[in-house]
C-alpha cells in the first residue's frame, strides 16, 4: 500500500505527528481506536472523514515502523 497517499507529516499540525491527509486525525490517533477496542466501522461511525483505507493505511504504518525497529541496524 502506498501509504504517501493517504498519510503525511505537517510540522504546524498535530506537533508534527503523522496525520491523515486532510485532517488533523493523527495515525497514532486511529492506532489508539483499535487497541482500546473500537471497531473499524465504529472509527468510520465516528470520523466520517476517514474510510476503512485509513484504517487499513494506520496499521500499514504501525507495520513499517515496526519492521523498521526490528531490523538489525
Not at 505537517?10 to 493523527?26: D, E, H, L, M, Y
Request: with cysteine.
Amino acid at each position: 500500500m502506498d501509504l504517501s497517499g493517504l498519510i503525511d507529516v505537517r510540522p504546524g499540525v498535530r506537533s508534527g505527528k503523522p496525520c491523515f491527509i486532510g485532517t488533523r486525525i493523527a495515525v497514532y490517533d486511529v492506532l489508539e481506536y483499535l487497541a482500546s477496542g473500537m471497531t473499524h466501522d465504529e472509527i468510520v461511525a465516528d470520523f466520517p472523514e476517514l474510510t476503512e483505507a485509513h484504517i487499513r493505511a494506520a496499521l500499514e504504518f504501525a507495520a513499517v515502523r515496526e519492521r523498521r525497529l526490528a531490523a538489525p541496524a
